[in-house]
C-alpha cells in the first residue's frame, strides 16, 4: 500500500508539478501556518463563488476547482502538504512572478502572512536562497517545455531552456546532497506538529525525491513531437543527479508502452498481409507505420541501451527479410528493385547476429540471381541481333521448365518470351513492387552450369556463331540412338545427329538410329522449335487442331532451315507434330515443340555441300508459303504474319511469312471453315452466289477480329464458284489484318 508521502510525491511529479502545486495557486507562503491558512480560504473561496475578481498574486489560469483543492491538500493530510512545501518557494512569499517563475526574477507578490515558518527555521540562509533557486530554474523550464514545441528548432529558446534545465540539475543536485536541507525538513515536521509525520517521512523523500524530480523530463521526451526533442530530453533525464541510469531507462521503458504498443499491432498487421501473400502491403505498413515507431523509440529508448527496442528492430528486420524472400520467390528479378531496398532496411535494423546472418545469405542470394538472369539475358540477346530468335526462345523455354521443376519464380523468363515479340533485342525487367530464412536459389545456380552448357551448342570460340539445338549440352552421338522426340524439349540429344535412312524417321518415335556424319546419311537433325509463343494473341497454348498443327511445325522448321540455307533448293525439312495431349492451356510448355531434319529433296545421301552447318551464323529471313492453298494445312498458320505489303485478294501463292515478333505489314487470324465436306457435297450444284459467299466470309473474320482496334483493315479471301466443283474439302476464308495506314509493325495486334 502507498504511504500518503509517496502518494503526495506520485501526484506531484509530471511537467505540471509547479504549476499545480498549491502554495503557488493560493498565493500562501510555504511556512503559512493552518490558521492563516483558514483565513485565507474564507476570504477568497466565496468571493471566487461569487464571480469576483480576486488576486491571487499570479496570473496561473485556475479555476475554482483548482482553488478548492488546493487549500484542501494545504490542510488535509500534512504529509501531501510537506511535498508541496518542498516544491515551491521557501523564503519568498507568493508567487507574483506570473504564469513562469523565471530563474533569478523575484517573486513578489501579495504577503498571505507566515507564523512561526521561515523567520524561525534554524537553517542557513545559503540552503533557501539554494532551494529557490532550483525551484525557479525547474520550473522556468517546464514552462518553457510546456508551453513551446519543437524547442531543438529554435535557437534562441532552445539555449534558453538548455540553461535553465542545467541550472535545475545541478542546483537540486547540491540542495539534496546537504544534510542541512534535511534538517529543515525535520524542523518544518516539527512545526506542523502531526503525529503523523515523522522520521519515516524523511526516508520515504530521500529514496523517492530525485526520482519525482526526473519524472517531468521523462514525460516530456515520451511526448516530445520531435526526434530531436526526445533525445534531448532523455538524454537529460539520464543526467539527472542522484538517480541511476538504470532507473532512468526503466522508467523511459514505461513512458514509451504506447510505441512499442503502437509498433507490435503495426508488425501484426504487416504479418498478417504478408502470411496473405501480399508482401507489397506488408512493406509498405513497416515503411509507413513501423519505422516511423521505431524512430521514436531510437530517440527515447535507443536499442544500444534498451534490449526491448534493439528486439523490436529484430522483429522488424525479420518481416521485412520475410517480404523479401516471398516477393524474390513469387516474382524472381521482377522483384530485385523492391526486394533490394527491403533487404537492405532489414539488414540496417537487425541486431540479432543469426538475423543478420540470414539477412545476408538471402541478400546475396539475390544478387546472385540477378547476375544469373542477367547472363540469361546477355546471350538472349546474342542471339537475337544474330537472328536466331527461335534459338533464343528455345532457351528461355529451357530455363523456364528448369525452374518450374525446382520450384522457382518463372514470372520474368514469361516476360523475356513476351519481349522476343515487341522488342527482339532488348529486354528491361519490369519493377515491382514465416521467420527468416535463405532463398533457394540453389536452382539458379543450376541453371547457370545448365546455360553454359547450352551456349556452348550455341556458340564458338568467337562467340557469334551457333546451331540450332534447343537442348542439352555436348556434342551429338556419334553412332547409336539419339532421342528426338522427348516428352520435352530439354530431354533430347542435341541437334547435329544424323539420320541414316529415311525409314528410319519415323514420327512419333521417341528414338530414331544414327550415324556418324561423316559416314553416307539421309538426314540431320538441324532444331528443335517451340510451337508455341507470344507473338500473336491467336497463337496461343491451347491445342489449334491437326491443321494448325501441321502449319505451325512446317513454318518453324522452314523457317530454322532458312536461316542456316537460304535460297538453297537442294535441302528441304520434314517436321514432328506433337499430339493434342501436348498442349497445356495454361500456358507454354516444352512439350509444344517441333523436331526438325533437313534432307536433300530426292532423299538420296546428302553430301559434303548438302551438310547443314550449324556453327554458320543464322541468317533471319521470309518463308515462302501460301494463304488459299487447296488444304489449310498447307497454309501459312494462323498467327504468323505477311512481311511486306500484297493483294491478298489476288496473291496467295509464296507470299513472304515471318514471325509476328518481326517486322511485317499483316496478320494472318483465320482460316474459317464457311462450308464443311458434308455441306459443300449437298449442295455441289448450289453455289450461293459471291454476295453470299463473301457476306458469310465477312462475318466470320469479324467474329476472330472483336476488339481489336478502329485503325485495322480487315482482309478477306473467300472462296470462287469454281470451289464448289470439288466438295470433298472444306470451304474457308481467309482473315488476315493490316493497319489502314499500311505500315509495318512488330508484335501482337491491338
Known amino acids: 500500500m502507498i504511504d500518503e508521502t509517496t502518494a503526495g510525491l506520485l501526484e506531484a511529479a509530471g511537467p505540471q508539478m509547479y504549476r499545480r502545486n498549491s502554495f503557488r495557486i493560493t498565493g500562501l507562503p510555504t511556512s503559512a501556518d493552518r490558521r492563516t491558512v483558514r483565513q485565507r480560504q474564507q476570504r477568497i473561496t466565496p468571493a471566487l463563488e461569487l464571480g469576483a475578481d480576486v488576486d491571487l498574486g499570479h496570473s496561473l489560469p485556475v479555476r475554482l476547482d483548482d482553488i478548492r483543492g488546493a487549500f484542501d491538500r494545504i490542510l488535509g493530510d500534512p504529509r501531501r502538504r510537506l511535498v508541496d512545501e518542498l516544491f515551491w518557494l521557501w523564503d519568498d512569499e507568493g508567487d507574483g512572478g506570473g504564469a513562469r517563475a523565471r530563474a ?73 546532497r546537504r544534510a542541512v536541507f534535511w534538517d529543515h525538513v525535520r524542523h518544518r515536521i516539527a512545526v506542523l506538529d502531526d503525529r503523523q509525520l515523522d522520521e519515516s517521512v524523511i526516508d520515504t523523500l530521500r529514496d523517492t525525491l530525485p526520482t519525482t524530480l526526473v519524472k517531468p523530463l521523462i514525460e516530456l521526451a515520451a511526448a516530445a513531437s520531435t526526434p530531436a526533442d526526445r533525445a534531448r530530453l532523455a538524454l537529460r533525464a539520464r543526467d539527472w543527479p542522484l538517480v541511476p541510469s538504470n532507473l532512468v531507462d526503466d522508467q523511459l521503458e514505461e513512458a514509451a508502452a504506447p510505441h512499442y504498443e503502437s509498433l507490435r499491432a503495426t508488425a501484426k498487421r504487416a504479418s498478417s498481409q504478408l502470411d496473405g501473400g501480399n508482401w507489397d502491403g506488408a512493406a509498405a505498413e513497416v515503411y509507413d507505420h513501423a519505422l516511423p515507431a521505431l524512430a521514436k523509440l531510437e530517440a527515447l529508448v535507443p536499442y544500444a541501451r534498451h534490449r526491448r527496442t534493439a528486439s523490436a528492430r529484430n522483429d522488424v528486420a525479420v518481416l521485412l527479410n520475410n517480404c523479401a524472400t516471398a516477393a524474390s520467390d513469387a516474382l524472381g528479378p521482377a522483384a530485385n528493385l523492391n526486394a533490394s531496398k527491403w533487404f537492405r532496411t532489414a539488414a540496417e535494423l537487425a541486431t540479432d547476429p543469426a538475423t543478420q546472418q540470414t539477412i545476408k545469405t538471402n541478400r546475396d542470394g539475390l544478387s546472385e540471381m540477378m547476375a544469373t538472369f542477367t547472363q540469361i539475358k546477355t546471350q538472349v540477346d546474342q542471339l537475337v541481333a544474330a537472328g536466331r530468335i527461335h534459338l533464343a526462345r528455345t532457351l528461355l523455354l529451357q530455363v523456364k521448365s528448369q525452374l518450374a521443376q525446382a520450384g522457382g519464380p518463372t514470372g520474368e523468363i514469361d516476360r523475356m518470351l513476351a519481349d522476343l515479340r515487341v522488342r527482339p533485342a532488348t529486354y528491361t525487367p519490369r519493377r515491382v513492387g514465416g521467420g527468416a530464412r535463405a532463398l533457394a536459389w540453389a536452382v539458379l545456380l543450376l541453371l547457370g552450369i545448365l546455360f553454359a552448357g547450352f551456349v556452348s551448342g550455341l556458340f564458338g570460340d568467337d562467340g557469334d556463331s551457333g546451331s540450332g539445338s534447343g537442348s542439352g549440352s555436348g556434342a551429338p552421338p556419334a553412332s547409336g540412338v539419339a532421342v528426338v522426340s522427348a516428352a520435352e524439349i530439354t530431354d533430347n540429344s542435341p541437334v547435329g545427329s544424323c539420320i541414316g535412312q529415311e525409314s528410319d524417321w519415323k514420327l512419333g518415335e521417341r528414338e530414331v538410329p544414327v550415324v556418324s556424319c561423316d559416314d553416307p546419311h539421309w538426314g540431320e537433325v538441324v532444331a528443335y522449335v517451340p510451337l508455341v509463343d507470344t507473338e500473336s494473341r491467336y497463337l496461343t497454348a491451347k491445342y489449334p487442331g491437326i491443321e494448325q498443327v501441321v502449319a505451325l511445325s512446317r513454318f518453324r522448321c522452314e523457317r530454322a532451315l532458312a536461316e542456316f540455307r537460304p535460297d538453297d533448293t537442294r535441302v528441304m525439312v520434314k517436321y514432328s507434330t506433337p499430339g493434342e495431349d501436348a498442349w497445356d492451356p495454361s500456358g507454354p510448355t516444352l512439350d509444344e515443340y517441333t523436331t526438325c531434319v533437313a534432307h536433300r529433296i530426292d532423299n538420296e545421301y546428302m553430301t559434303a555441300a548438302d551438310r547443314v552447318s550449324l556453327d554458320s551464323p543464322a541468317v533471319p529471313t521470309s518463308v515462302r508459303m501460301p494463304t488459299f492453298a487447296a488444304n489449310i494445312e498447307f497454309n501459312a498458320p494462323v498467327g504468323s504474319c505477311v512481311e511486306s505489303k500484297t493483294d491478298l485478294a489476288t496473291t496467295t501463292t509464296d507470299l513472304p511469312i515471318v514471325p509476328c515478333g518481326e517486322a511485317h505489314w499483316a496478320e494472318i487470324v483465320g482460316y474459317p471453315v464457311l462450308y464443311d465436306e458434308g455441306d459443300a457435297l449437298a449442295e455441289a450444284d448450289k453455289w450461293p452466289g459471291d454476295k453470299v459467299v463473301y457476306a458469310k466470309a465477312r462475318a466470320a473474320c469479324e467474329d476472330r477480329t472483336k476488339g481489336l482496334s478502329d485503325d485495322l483493315r480487315l482482309h478477306i479471301t473467300y472462296p470462287a464458284k469454281d470451289w464448289w466443283t470439288s466438295p470433298d474439302r472444306p470451304i474457308y476464308a481467309m482473315c488476315a489484318v493490316s493497319y489502314l495506314a499500311d505500315n509495318t509493325f512488330t508484335g501482337a495486334l491491338r
Open 104 to 176: 533569478g526574477a523575484g517573486v513578489g507578490g501579495t504577503s498571505a502572512g507566515a507564523s512561526g515558518g521561515a523567520r524561525t527555521c534554524p537553517c542557513p540562509k545559503t540552503l533557501h536562497h539554494d532551494h529557490d533557486a532550483a525551484v525557479r530554474a525547474h520550473s522556468a523550464a517546464l514552462d518553457l517545455e510546456v508551453e513551446n514545441t519543437g524547442l531543438s528548432g529554435d535557437r534562441q529558446r532552445l539555449d534558453e531552456v538548455t540553461q535553465l534545465w542545467s541550472n535545475a540539475a545541478r542546483l537540486w543536485g547540491q540542495v539534496l
